[in-house]
């Protein structure tokens, strides 16, 4: 049995189709339209780590701060909201949208024990950066040899 992946939307083949049927029969058409997609997406993300902390940079252009939903259960950490497409009266004007927009929600795995207590969030220039520190129990320690 064949089965069909699809890594794209279906409904972008219909769009297509459509947009090239209105050139076909009226060649005057302007470009083709792309339509406001509203499906989950996933904003990108820079993670590093140091002695002391996990930094997670997450890219959320256009978002207001609380329009992000943050969440920190067990080890898994949750970054979750919505972004609006901001101009819906002239929605079917664009004749090109690359922005993403709609839910998303992204989830971490950290592995080690962090002080939730002392999570920062600072979101700045459309930049969420979140700082969690470790567990004083998983930073590193100098053990000192000792000579007979």
Do not use: C
Not at 48 to 70: C, F, N, R, T, W
Not at 89 to 118: A, C, H, L, N
């Amino acid at each position: 049995m064949n089965y069909v992946r699809y890594d794209h939307d279906p409904f972008d083949a219909l769009m297509r189709l459509q947009d090239d049927l209105s050139r076909a029969t009226n060649p005057r058409a302007a470009q083709p339209r792309e339509h406001v997609s509203s499906r989950i997406w996933s904003p990108v993300v820079d993670v590093y780590e140091d002695s002391d902390a996990i930094v997670i940079k997450v890219d959320l252009p256009g978002m207001k701060q609380e329009e992000i939903d943050i969440e920190m259960n067990n080890e898994t950490l949750t970054i979750k909201g919505e972004r609006k497409f901001d101009d819906e009266e002239r929605r079917d004007k664009y004749v090109r949208v690359e922005r993403q927009y709609g839910v998303f929600q992204r989830s971490f795995t950290i592995g080690i024990p962090i002080e939730t207590d002392k999570i920062k969030a600072i979101y700045k220039n459309g930049i969420l950066e979140l700082t969690l520190p470790k567990a004083e129990v998983t930073k590193p320690r100098k053990v000192q040899v000792a000579t007979d």
